[in-house]
């Protein structure tokens, strides 16, 4: 079905290839798979159904790892022992870990769609959320529509003009100096002179200063765009192209109830398989299996093994960095070469959903330059009364450094003082929050392997290689880093490989 | 205030780092401090302790953040310098050059800020080394990333 797909041209950018083909697996032969994450689940999943003995060991006590969703009576503690309970109402959630899924990760959506788990749409960009500069328009935020729109029309007017001077004769012929003009008319809602004034077409894009109606009170009033100077002096203009990278182009989904139902729906298909709260403390393997001592969380110091034919290990690496492991050197200094990620992510409650009550913002975010970078309002949900559960912050680098350092309660507070200078509303509307700083996450130690293109050239392909009996796999065995359709392909690729190997041994050990 | 160099490096927080490359300055803190002007406390206080806790005393998950309070491997200054200069384990590099950071979203101490921070830590927490490390010395220890081509 594959190449009749590929004929048409529909899978030509997809990395996923559909089901994997796992046929002739060794009678008996097992697999030990370490992590319960998007990676872990994928392997177990196909294995299992490929006839192999599986069995996974997850530190935590619930499937999904990343994928996760924290809810109203969830209970999160994070290295150095702080704990926070989840106060949403019902029904309500934020994302942690990832948040959105482009239409081309067809792993991922084959699998939620396998699972049995429904999406719906995911807005990366909402025209009437805001672009905000703490420095420009007296901190007033713009709508991105706005900035989109005259950002556009003073471009065009710009370059109609340099045509229209000449200026462009050495580069373009006469006749397309022509089709360039009106496409720049068009594209920029320039008038007959080829300017960019307030108008009815201009409004259209940028909103009008007084919405047509009907009736007598109908006559719509344009709006003033706004000067380019001020476009240019605001940066805003960064803040354009936030839907056209091709991760974040239309259609992008979430799955409804939060990104976790994916991983808990993966867990309730492997059932017993998993082996939640397992801490991996040692992996060792000879010529005729892997054996991994882990202790029960709940009872520390039991000494339990798991054997198997081989092992697909998915622990984050900052965390298999620990472990001790008996592979070769290429593998172990690539397991230690990978920086992870400091990222920040905050949801808020509020008493009731005033971006759409008051400002008309139903899903999609607003970029700031505040610290708190994002705000990422509910996809879902809409129109409900009630209270409101938005993504208050979603930060990287410096201050999600800076935030990490920070206790959970101090992190929630500075969000919603940041939050203020855009959304007013939020000293009187807030309820309660939860912070997720990921460099404090007992089950990764970090957000995800941010490989430099010096370090991928030298340790990439060390990471990902077989070595004996043991295969890695996860976000950071991939070149969709952060991403959880690296995860999937990566561990559809491991598995793919390990099964191969399988084969060619045959039986088990 | 730079986009990323290399978009491919960086796919999941190049939207989300839009804004932020937008701010007035990101090498502030929120209490609009910058990462330049701070020494070995607040360098401390404000970026090492997210995970080596504060008073470091380390911590345990599915792995450990070491304790830095009685590490007897801080008995090597040039130990930790090359440890905050260069990363280890996930530990993000902090002696990346400014310019290079983008890449791995790390931050950039100078060689100063890197021996003031190596000093705090080796006389705080309950350590006592009274051996310093000296800016000099800490710029003749290898660094990540390459130089810029003149």
């Known amino acids: 079905m594959y190449q009749a797909m590929d004929g048409l041209g529909l899978a030509a950018e997809s990395p996923y290839r559909g089901p994997i083909d796992l046929q002739g697996a060794p009678k008996g032969a097992s697999v030990l798979i370490l992590g319960a994450g998007m990676a872990g689940m994928t392997a177990a999943f196909e294995l299992r159904n490929a006839g192999y003995r599986v069995q996974v060991l997850e530190y935590n006590a619930r499937a999904g790892g990343r994928n996760w969703s924290l809810r109203g009576g969830d209970t999160y503690t994070e290295l150095g022992g702080a704990s926070q309970h989840c106060e949403f109402d019902k029904g309500l959630y934020i994302n942690p870990g990832p948040w959105r899924i482009p239409y081309h990760h067809q792993g991922v959506l084959s699998y939620a769609k396998r699972l049995g788990v429904p999406l719906e749409p995911f807005f990366q960009v909402n025209y009437n959320a805001y672009l905000h500069s703490s420095t420009a328009f007296g901190g007033k935020p713009r709508r991105y529509r706005e900035i989109k729109a005259d950002y556009q029309g003073h471009v065009a007017e710009l370059l109609a003009k340099a045509t229209r001077q000449n200026a462009l004769d050495a580069e373009v012929s006469k006749e397309d100096q022509e089709k360039l003009l009106q496409s720049l008319k068009d594209w920029g809602t320039l008038d007959k002179n080829y300017t960019y004034v307030a108008s009815d077409a201009g409004s259209e894009r940028r909103g009008y200063q007084k919405d047509p109606g009907g009736g007598l009170s109908a006559r719509p009033i344009p709006s003033q765009p706004i000067g380019l100077t001020d476009i240019l002096d605001s940066k805003l203009w960064m803040g354009i192209p936030t839907g056209d990278t091709y991760d974040m182009q239309t259609a992008l989904f979430q799955p409804v109830g939060g990104m976790g139902r994916i991983g808990e729906a993966f867990g309730r298909e492997l059932g017993t398989l998993i082996r939640y709260n397992s801490k991996v403390k040692q992996i060792h393997q000879d010529e005729r299996s892997v054996t991994v001592s882990y202790e029960d969380t709940a009872s520390p110091g039991t000494a339990l093994t798991a054997r198997a034919d081989w092992c697909v290990c998915t622990i984050p690496l900052p965390i298999l960095a620990e472990i001790p492991m008996n592979v070769g050197s290429p593998m172990s200094t690539a397991i230690a070469a990978v920086p992870y990620a400091s990222a920040i992510k905050v949801g808020l409650q509020f008493k009731r959903r005033f971006w759409e009550e008051d400002e008309h913002i139903y899903g999609g975010i607003t970029y700031t330059d505040l610290p708190i970078t994002n705000i990422g309002y509910p996809n879902t949900g809409f129109f409900s009364s009630g209270k409101g559960v938005l993504l208050g912050a979603y930060i990287w680098g410096l201050h999600a450094m800076e935030f990490t350092a920070m206790s959970p309660a101090e992190r929630v507070q500075k969000v919603v003082e940041f939050g203020s200078r855009i959304h007013p509303q939020y000293p009187v509307e807030f309820d309660n929050g939860i912070a997720v700083a990921w460099h404090r996450s007992p089950f990764t130690m970090g957000c995800y392997g941010m490989w430099s293109t010096d370090a991928r050239a030298k340790h990439y392909d060390d990471l990902c290689a077989i070595d004996g009996r043991i295969v890695l796999a996860g976000e950071h065995a991939s070149f969709i880093g952060g991403w959880q359709e690296g995860a999937v392909t990566s561990s559809l690729d491991a598995i793919g490989r390990l099964h191969q190997r399988a084969v060619a041994q045959g039986a088990a050990a | ?150």
């Open chain 2, 1 to 150: 205030m730079k986009l990323p160099a290399r978009p491919a490096a960086c796919i999941v927080f190049w939207v989300a780092g839009i804004a932020a490359s937008a701010s007035a300055d990101d090498s502030a803190f929120t209490s609009g401090t910058t990462l330049s002007s701070i020494s070995g406390p607040e360098i401390y206080a404000h970026i090492c302790q997210g995970c080596h806790m504060p008073g470091g005393v380390g911590a345990v998950g599915a792995g450990y953040y070491p304790k830095l309070a009685g590490d007897p491997a801080l008995v090597s200054w040039q130990y930790v310098a090359l440890t905050v200069l260069n990363g280890k384990d996930g530990m993000p590099p902090f002696g990346l050059p400014a310019d290079q950071v983008m890449e791995t979203r790390a931050a950039h101490l100078s060689d100063a800020q890197i021996a003031d921070v190596v000093n705090y830590v080796r006389s705080s927490f309950g350590n006592h080394y009274k051996d310093k490390a000296k800016p000099a010395q800490v710029a003749a220890l290898p660094h990540p990333g390459h130089p810029e081509p003149p």
